[in-house]
């Protein structure tokens, strides 16, 4: 059996090397490159001083079969021969990929191999002016002034790049660049260079301080300067930089006969970010042996489909539980990786991602969350995609039939809507993914509406709407409910929402924030700190029922964070145009309907009653959504949030 073994690999001559041939690179499963510029540093300094900074864990690579796809160091440019698509003579196969270690290396690469974007550098003019400063210690007191530097603060600084740093180099900043520490000889050389260089420059300070003589105390103080400083490049950098040669990093070597399953288990024991590898990690290792490429699979799948996009994007996981569900089987996202083999993936993948598309296109065009402006944050459960993506496929996407096409949409949209009411998916998630395929699909086969109709769809649950927050998938659902009316702007006729044919819109608050703010300040005398407690704990002012869609342009221009008394009068005197104000009251009174609000709702509004509207509103907005959905378990009863 493959067990791992364990030694120590040198900093410079393994790892640097390695990276900059290619002959060590990442998985493809790998994540970003995330450190900060303060961590780079601080790692560094620790370098420089020989402290232990953490083992690497290598996996070494097949050269016949690799094991895994791979990629290089973010930022570090490798020979095309080394990069995982590379398809002509002379390929190189990586000898090791980095499963743990990652962000330490890239860090290490970026510094002393250097980078597309940035050169960091070695401020040496600021450690010559410390050195100078404690009194140019030798000896035992240079290696104490060392280890007491602050070189991360300090002295090292990030730049940008430049193909051709050495004129800071040789200047009189002397900013060294890091790249010239990524080997002995190099920096040796460098080294040599810069001290040539003071010296000569000294030489012709002293041969000015003869043929000037007038100047020649300046001369020689220059003069002076530039040979202290060329004895100090030659002995104190030098003997600064030994650290970087000098190191020696614990590597943790797993032999390419280990399994893939093995090696997954160690990467998430071991990996030091805490971060265990994914289901869609797992899958990309898995597969890539098959020759299976899932990473360009998945991306050519978003990328064809902006709605998937805006659903799987980042979770990366749902397409999955799609093609898991499409093969008959269970979409935990534990065994994803067991039941995602060769098998499943050419079998159902492609079918998957269409019919993935076309739910999320559903949700969208039957339910308005809105999927086509580019993310799914009004939508209630991403987890309802894989199950209704299996639905579409059997029941509606190659239906002819138009009454049992509009019968298909009808059930589907009532199932979906009432998912968020019934907090269908909010616990349990994968037994009822497979639960409703079997009963949905059951009541899709059935004649009539009321025929099959799952049990739980027709049990009333409690929706308490004047607390309900946006965030919440119900709050999600409602906001979609007025998305998918396409009403019509409060000021003018344009279509307001999220999504295709509406108009740039906010969600407003219907009592401004900053209104309710300053009327409860001045009704309780209370201070801003218990206002706003107030508002939040007693008002629920952020409750869907205070919500609605507005055009941008009436919220900045009309509503103003004024109470809707004041906004209200305005409107109605527009909508009058001349006319009487019953006019105008008539006609803003049948936009505001469109928002689920009714004569007595506005009635509230003109009277700055936010508790009574908001009352009213909660059961018209109820109303609407079940109306809208054919959705039957919404307790009208426990509106008031007390249920009978």
């Not at 280990?258 to 970010?273: A, P, Q, R, S």
């Not at 998916?425 to 059951?442: A, E, F, L």
Request: aromatic residues 8%; glycine residues 6%; charged residues 25%.
């Amino acid at each position: 059996m493959a067990t791992p073994t364990a030694q120590n690999r040198s900093l410079t001559g393994f790892f640097l090397n390695g990276i900059n041939e290619g002959t060590i690179q990442l998985p493809e499963f790998q994540r970003d490159f995330v450190w900060r510029d303060s961590d780079q540093k601080e790692l560094f300094e620790s370098i420089i001083n020989l402290h232990p900074v953490g083992s690497i864990l290598l996996l070494e690579i097949d050269q016949v079969n690799p094991q895994f796809a791979w990629t290089g160091f973010q930022g570090v440019t490798i020979p095309d021969e080394a990069v995982f698509g590379y398809e002509g003579d002379g390929k190189i196969i990586p000898d090791y990929l980095v499963l743990d270690g990652q962000q330490r290396l890239t860090s290490m690469a970026h510094m002393l191999i250097g980078n597309t974007n940035n050169t960091w550098f070695l401020m040496i003019n600021n450690l010559y002016d410390d050195w100078i400063d404690c009194g140019e210690p030798e000896g035992e007191d240079l290696e104490n002034w060392l280890s007491s530097l602050s070189l991360a603060s300090d002295f090292i600084k990030k730049g940008a790049y430049s193909v051709n740093p050495g004129r800071l180099f040789l200047g009189p900043v002397m900013k060294m660049p890091l790249k010239y520490a990524s080997s002995e000889t190099l920096a040796t050389g460098r080294i040599r260079e810069l001290r040539i260089s003071k010296e000569e420059a000294a030489a012709d300070d002293r041969a000015l301080a003869v043929s000037r003589p007038l100047r020649a105390d300046e001369f020689n103080q220059t003069a002076a300067l530039k040979t202290s400083q060329a004895g100090f490049v030659d002995i104190v950098i030098r003997r600064l930089l030994r650290g970087i040669f000098e190191s020696q990093l614990p590597s943790i070597e797993i032999p390419r006969g280990m399994d893939i399953d093995g090696i997954c288990k160690v990467f998430t024991k071991i990996n030091t970010t805490g971060v265990s590898l994914g289901a869609f990690d797992l899958c990309v290792a898995k597969l890539y042996p098959r020759n299976i490429s899932l990473v360009s699979k998945f991306n050519v799948a978003i990328e064809g489909d902006a709605q998937t996009k805006a659903v799987d994007e980042k979770k990366k996981i749902l397409l999955l539980a799609s093609t898991a569900m499409h093969a008959g089987h269970n979409p935990k996202t534990a065994t994803l990786p067991r039941i995602i083999d060769e098998g499943v993936f050419n079998g159902y993948w492609d079918e998957a991602v269409v019919n993935f598309g076309l739910a999320c296109k559903f949700m969208t065009d039957e339910l308005g969350v809105s999927l086509d402006a580019g993310d799914s944050k009004y939508l209630p459960y991403p987890t309802i995609i894989p199950p209704l993506s299996v639905l579409i496929g059997r029941s509606l996407k190659n239906e002819a039939d138009v009454r049992v096409k509009q019968m298909v949409i009808s059930k589907l949209r009532a199932w979906c809507a009432s998912a968020p009411m019934g907090r269908r998916y909010s616990d349990g998630t994968d037994v009822k993914q497979v639960q409703d395929v079997q009963s949905i699909g059951r009541w899709l086969d059935s004649g009539s509406f009321a025929a099959e109709i799952p049990s739980w769809m027709e049990s009333p649950n409690p929706v308490i709407i004047k607390e309900l927050l946006l965030s919440s998938s119900q709050g999600k659902a409602f906001i979609s409910l007025l998305n998918n009316a396409r009403s019509q702007d409060w000021y003018s006729n344009e279509v307001v929402g999220r999504g295709a044919g509406r108009v740039s819109s906010d969600i407003h608050h219907i009592f401004p924030k900053a209104a309710m703010r300053e009327l409860v300040r001045q009704s309780t005398g209370q201070g801003s700190d218990a206002v706003e407690g107030m508002l939040k704990r007693e008002y629920f002012i952020d409750n869907v029922s205070n919500l609605t869609w507005i055009a941008q342009s009436t919220n900045r221009d009309y509503i103003r964070d004024r109470l809707p008394s004041e906004y209200i009068a305005e409107l109605i005197n527009h909508h009058a145009a001349g006319q009487t104000n019953a006019e105008g009251r008539r006609i803003l009174l049948a936009k505001l309907e469109q928002h689920a609000i009714d004569d007595s709702a506005l009635t509230a509004l003109e009277e700055d009653d936010y508790f009574e509207f908001i009352r009213i509103r909660s059961v018209l907005l109820a109303n609407k959504y079940m109306d809208a959905f054919a959705c039957r378990n919404i307790n009208l009863d426990s509106l008031d949030g007390e249920e009978e």
